[in-house]
């Protein structure tokens, strides 16, 4: 069962537009979401994250958009630079620091120069 | 630098061998997490332990099994390997009251 879920497997931005990865999620407890960003043979980066009684959170070229009536999230990434290009996962977790993060499937996204 | 450390960050072994996975969290963090990732798919949760105790358990196979010591280290052993075991495994520590959880670099499993 996924409990998160990004429908796009890739997606393809000229560099200098808006890039927009989707989320949605079908479990109504997840306190909080976070975006990360991931090369190939690394560790996933920590981007963002939005706490599910805020509905945007901001922080330079990323915007964390929440509608938690929807189950759907997404990140904003503008202007979109070559070098974000990159697999994104949007992960969900339930408060506290004890409880699993889940993850998506993840967006290979490729900004084109 | 994450601040997270994993090793080894390579390892080939045959089938049926067992393998142990360490990870360091960083200085302070009480959460370790693992993660498998298989054939670049999702991140897959394996396990969760909080200062010592098991937190919470995802699709961990029962040849795997973990543990965290009491220096907050923590390490994956995975024993009667198969084909199909070979993946990136990651380990990540969270802070206490922090929402993100920091990842190491992984460990490369490839069974022959």
């Known amino acids: 069962d996924q409990q998160v879920k990004q429908n796009s497997p890739s997606l393809s931005v000229q560099e200098g537009r808006i890039s927009i990865l989707n989320c949605d999620y079908t479990n109504s407890m997840f306190d909080y979401f976070l975006w990360y960003k991931k090369y190939p043979a690394e560790g996933p980066t920590f981007l963002i994250s939005i706490s599910s009684i805020k509905d945007k959170n901001e922080d330079g070229r990323f915007t964390v958009f929440l509608n938690k009536s929807a189950k759907h999230l997404s990140l904003h990434i503008v202007p979109s630079q070559p070098g974000d290009s990159a697999v994104y996962f949007c992960?969900?977790?339930?408060?506290?620091?004890?409880?699993?993060?889940?993850f998506g499937t993840g967006t290979l996204l490729a900004v084109q120069p | 630098d994450s601040g997270v450390t994993q090793t080894p960050k390579h390892l080939i072994t045959a089938t049926g061998q067992r393998v142990t996975l360490r990870c360091s969290p960083r200085?302070?963090?009480?959460?370790v997490y693992w993660y498998q990732q298989s054939l670049d798919q999702g991140l897959q949760f394996l396990i969760q332990y909080y200062n010592g105790e098991e937190r919470a358990k995802g699709n961990i196979l029962e040849r795997f099994s973990a543990q965290q010591f009491p220096d907050l280290h923590s390490e994956l052993n995975l024993s009667s390997l198969e084909l199909g075991d070979s993946a990136l495994y990651f380990c990540?520590?969270?802070?206490?009251?922090?929402?993100?959880?920091?990842f190491g670099q992984g460990t490369r499993l490839t069974v022959v």
């Open positions: 992960v969900a977790g339930y408060g506290g620091a004890t409880n699993k993060l889940i």
């Open positions: 200085s302070g963090d009480l959460s």
């Open positions: 990540a520590s969270r802070g206490q009251g922090r929402s993100e959880a920091f």
